[in-house]
């Protein structure tokens, strides 16, 4: 994922991150709270599947269902994934879902992605502080204000409220739990990703011939 898109396998880091510390801010179970982080680690895994095109980009959620399908524990946390770009005024994508039909855990990621992607910076979009970014995502109708209030409490009780733009990451203090087990359990995540995806079929993939470089063929 970070040879096609470089930067995306630290923001799935981040976000996790994000995604847990507004989970436990809104009390949810402890199960529910491990695969909510799950989800957020996996949430744009679909993007390997994106070829150039703003339609493929918009399908990346269904390509991350379909990737993830078989992947045992991966199971509770599809419908998050499907569902991480739907907005609670039908504005999102792929499918325009609507209030009652997105979970709470999709609407968690959404404003941990757009909180990120914010702080952070684009390549057409400079990074702003988190308050800035905060008040932004407060008056977008297609997030959860009740998620956005947990991330203002998150990020006031870990410390990266006030944090200057250019990344909140380097600002934040780990108080519920230390940066070892946070991100040791980050990274176990990870290498339980990997054991199964490399146990599944090679999928076929569409490759350039090197005799005949406008030709794709299957491999």
Known sequence: LEMRHPGAAAHAQRVAMLCGWIGESMRISPRAL????TAGLLHDIGLLANRDGDDDVRQHPESGVQMLADISFAAPVLPTIAAHHERLDGSGYPAGRREPDIPLGA???AVADAFDALTVGTSTSPPVAPLIAL????????LDQDVVAALGLAAARH??????A???LSHAKF???TP???VEGIRVSIARIAAELAQQ???PSWVTRHDHPDHQVLR
């Open 166 to 168: 250019g990344g909140w």
């Open 175 to 177: 108080a519920e739990r």
């Open 34 to 37: 491990g695969e909510l982080r």
């Open 180 to 182: 070892t087990e946070s």
């Open 159 to 164: 410390g990266f409220l006030e944090a200057p």
């Open 135 to 142: 008040d932004r995502i407060s008056a977008d109708p297609g």
């Open 107 to 109: 609407r968690i990621i």
């Open 201 to 203: 079929p090679a999928r």
